[in-house]
Every structure is written in C-alpha cells, then in structure tokens.
C-alpha cells in the first residue's frame, strides 16, 4: 500500500513490529527458555515501542480524535501493561496475549489508521507531522544479539 511520506517513518517501524510477535511466536513454538524470550520482550518495549508510540500519541494523536484513535490510545494503554507484566512475570500465557495483540495492533493502523488519518487530514498538517517526525524519529533496526528464535 502506498503510504503517504510524512507518516511512511511509522509505516517501516511497524515491520519490526511484526516481526517481534513473528519471533516470540517462533520461541514459543520452539519451547526456547521463557527467561530469553521475556528479556527480548523486555528489550523490544524499551528500545522500539515505548518510542514509537510516544510519537504517534504526540505527533499524530492530537490532529485527529476519534474512534480510531481512541482505539489506538486503549491498545497502546494494553500493550504497555502487558510489557510491564511480562518484566515482573514469567507467564507464557502474558507473552503471546502481547504478540497477538501487538500484531493485531500493527495491521489496524496500517489498514485502517493510517487511511484514514491520510483521508481526513489536508496536506498542510501532513506536512507538519512529517516534519515533527524527521525532527524526532530514530530509525528503527532491531540488532538484538540473542537470536532465541532460529
């Protein structure tokens, strides 16, 4: 799907995204050792999610409140208590419920979200979201040395 540019930066994170549940789903599948797969959990929250939903909350949030985005706000609200669940846990149970729901998460916005936002917003406050963007966004590369998955 062709993303409009000033919110493509959020668009490419949410690859790493999937691949996160993609890879706790594979440890999970191959019974890896529950203290590794929370530790990437762990390391994925604070290195990757905590930021990218601090700028869609800032930066994209603000310019459009609706049903989306209250959608949006009570997953985000989710996800981060499964990540501080998952740091003081050892449920397995808790690490998919967080791989589901993070996916199911990533595909609302990029089917429906992020449409939309492109639908109802007018191209100057696109503009300015791109530019806050540029401004604040660290690209994402998840180089977690633990590779649990393979």
């Known amino acids: 799907m062709k993303r409009n540019p000033n919110i493509v930066l959020l668009s490419r994170d949410h690859h790493f995204g999937?691949?996160?549940?993609?890879?706790?789903?594979?440890?999970?599948?191959?019974?890896?050792?529950?203290?590794?797969?929370k530790k990437y959990i762990v390391y994925f929250w604070e290195n990757h999610l905590k930021e990218h939903f601090r700028e869609e909350?800032?930066?994209?949030?603000?310019y459009l409140e609706d049903e989306y985005t209250s959608r949006i706000c009570s997953e985000h609200h989710q996800l981060r208590m499964f990540a501080s669940e998952i740091e003081n846990s050892?449920?397995?149970?808790?690490?998919?419920?967080?791989?589901?729901?993070?996916?199911?998460h990533i595909r609302f916005e990029e089917r429906h979200w992020f449409p939309h936002l492109e639908e109802k917003l007018n191209s100057d406050t696109l503009d300015k979201i791109g530019k806050k963007l540029i401004y604040s966004h660290i690209e994402e590369h998840d180089d977690y040395a633990d590779e649990f998955w393979k």
């Open 18 to 37: 999937l691949l996160c549940s993609w890879k706790i789903r594979q440890g999970l599948k191959k019974e890896v050792e529950t203290e590794r797969i």
């Open 57 to 62: 909350e800032q930066i994209l949030i603000p």
């Open 90 to 104: 050892e449920s397995i149970n808790l690490f998919s419920d967080f791989a589901d729901l993070l996916e199911q």
